[in-house]
């Protein structure tokens, strides 16, 4: 999909709210539509009239004019999408306003996203393929000497948004054909293209980093364990870094603590913590950002052998803490202990940010709306929950008190895989806290917002790529702070 700054398309958009007596062109019809109440103007409403002969327009609600928000633009555009498709639209021309005191940049890059929002599709396992005119070029009428922001956002939103698509391929590849090595070889493969050195790891070398938590996971399955390190040193002159350390479970049957067939039917989605830094660092790289930002993944499967891992066992782990295995299905804060230890004493990192399909308590606390967070430090908090917001993807933080921490403490051990029943997605992320090493650090529980069991807006059925766009503007922003 291309832009023009320029004025020109085959069908105009004309952009509408809800409480509108006019607009910027075909008043005629648009007074006709809202008199018959065929279109109101309502958020993200589309009435389009397509003609062989005459002009074309589509008309494109807003909703009420005071409550407009970015988002509001993101799921308009995308409906608008949606519906060219159908009408199998190739160009529009727009004119983008200014809307009131908000940020010209920013409106621009959410009609710009909410476009490319509809473009996404995973389909490469149909045998039959819908054929699909995606739009291709768009015209825009924009404020006068804006044209070099504009540009800019639209330009940084493309590759935003090629991170987060690559994100929800990753995710929704199936397990067969997305195993470590494989996810190992997608780091190198798309990640090196943009300049970023990855460096993989495989079981020999892990054992010799002593990483005993990540391997007792890994045990029971055939496929070889990769511990995935992506580096992108985007400011050589700074040596402040940011790591993110997302979960790799490519495959979670739940070990011997077995999961229900229903609760491993989308178990290829546990590395979608992977999938998001992974995604997040092509973004970060392909726009230049002048940030250092180290990725880390400690991908595995959980499987059931002769060999796996079994309740009652007590692992150690490259902190030197023990574990007493209570529940071989509490797997992924094993993998992470590891890798944050790695994170904050290896790279050294001055800020880390874990992202993880960690707990299905999360699920029952949040649903699928808001990502669960759990920090130790309110600055770094404070950061993530504004870009969570320019993102569009909430995060809700969780309460981290002391007294939590005697839930998982062991009595053979130094430590337990699980608290219990209850505040499960609270102990989870408080057992990740002991391997951080003091490093100031947010764990984000996306278990409801990566993997969705149908739409919700511009976010498909499947892998939904959150929260990528948080992580490349908490990086873009992070000196700003």
């Known amino acids: 999909m291309k832009y023009y700054l320029e004025k020109g398309g085959e069908v105009k958009v004309v952009l509408a709210f809800k409480d509108t007596a006019r607009v910027e062109s075909f008043n005629d019809?648009?007074?006709?539509?809202?008199?018959?109440?065929?279109?109101?103007?309502?958020?993200?409403?589309?009435?389009?009239?397509?003609?062989?002969?005459?002009?074309?327009?589509?008309?494109?609600?807003?909703g009420e004019e005071e409550k407009l928000q970015y988002e509001t633009l993101r799921r308009g555009f995308f409906s608008l999408g949606i519906e060219l498709q159908k009408k199998?639209?190739?160009?529009?021309?727009?004119t983008?306003?200014?809307?009131?005191d908000r940020c010209y940049g920013k409106t621009n890059k959410a009609i710009w996203e909410g476009l490319l929002q509809s473009q996404y599709d995973f389909d490469k396992f149909k045998s039959e393929k819908k054929l699909k005119v995606l739009l291709q070029d768009v015209y825009l009428d924009i404020v006068e000497g804006e044209a070099e922001k504009v540009e800019s956002v639209i330009e940084e939103t493309q590759l935003l948004m090629d991170g987060v698509f690559l994100a929800r391929d990753l995710v929704n590849e199936p397990a067969m054909n997305m195993y470590p090595e494989v996810l190992a070889k997608e780091a190198v493969d798309r990640l090196a293209p943009v300049g970023i050195d990855v460096k993989v790891l495989g079981r020999k070398e892990i054992q010799d980093l002593k990483m005993e938590a990540f391997l007792s996971v890994a045990r029971g399955s055939s496929k070889e364990p990769k511990f995935i390190v992506m580096t992108y040193k985007g400011n050589p002159d700074s040596q402040e870094k940011l790591a993110l350390v997302g979960k790799g479970l490519t495959y979670d049957s739940g070990g011997y603590s077995l999961k229900s067939a229903a609760g491993m039917a989308t178990m290829h989605s546990d590395m979608a913590g992977s999938a998001s830094v992974i995604g997040a660092m092509y973004s970060i790289a392909a726009n230049k950002l002048r940030k250092n930002v180290v990725a880390i993944v400690a991908a595995c499967e959980n499987m059931v052998s002769g060999d796996a891992?079994?309740?009652?066992?007590?692992?150690?782990?490259?902190?030197?803490?023990?574990i007493e295995v209570e529940n071989t299905d509490a797997e992924g804060r094993l993998t992470l202990a590891d890798a944050l230890w790695y994170a904050a004493t290896v790279e050294k990192a001055d800020k880390i940010v874990d992202l993880a399909?960690?707990?299905?308590?999360?699920?029952?606390?949040?649903?699928?709306?808001?990502?669960?967070?759990?920090?130790?430090?309110?600055?770094?908090?404070?950061?993530?929950?504004?870009?969570?917001?320019?993102?569009?993807?909430?995060?809700?933080?969780?309460?981290?008190?002391?007294?939590?921490?005697?839930?998982?403490?062991?009595?053979?051990?130094?430590l337990k895989n699980t608290g219990g029943r209850g505040a499960g997605a609270i102990t989870a992320g408080m057992f990740l806290q002991e391997f951080v090493n003091d490093t100031p650090w947010v764990h984000m529980d996306i278990a409801g917002t990566a993997f969705l069991d149908k739409e919700a807006g511009y976010l498909p059925k499947g892998a939904t790529g959150v929260p990528v766009k948080t992580l490349f503007y908490l990086a873009k922003d992070m000196d700003q702070r």
Not at 88 to 94: E, H
Not at 96 to 100: A, L, W
């Open 29 to 62: 019809l648009f007074g006709f539509l809202k008199e018959k109440e065929i279109f109101k103007g309502d958020s993200g409403e589309v009435y389009s009239h397509i003609s062989h002969e005459g002009a074309s327009v589509v008309f494109l609600g807003l």
């Open 88 to 94: 199998k639209v190739n160009s529009i021309g727009l």
């Open 96 to 100: 983008v306003p200014r809307f009131g």
């Open 309 to 322: 891992y079994k309740t009652g066992d007590i692992i150690g782990s490259m902190s030197g803490k023990t």
């Open 357 to 414: 399909t960690l707990t299905g308590a999360c699920v029952v606390a949040l649903g699928s709306i808001n990502t669960g967070a759990i920090a130790n430090d309110e600055e770094l908090m404070d950061a993530v929950n504004s870009a969570a917001k320019l993102a569009g993807e909430p995060v809700w933080q969780l309460p981290n008190n002391e007294e939590y921490k005697e839930l998982f403490k062991s009595h053979f051990a130094d």
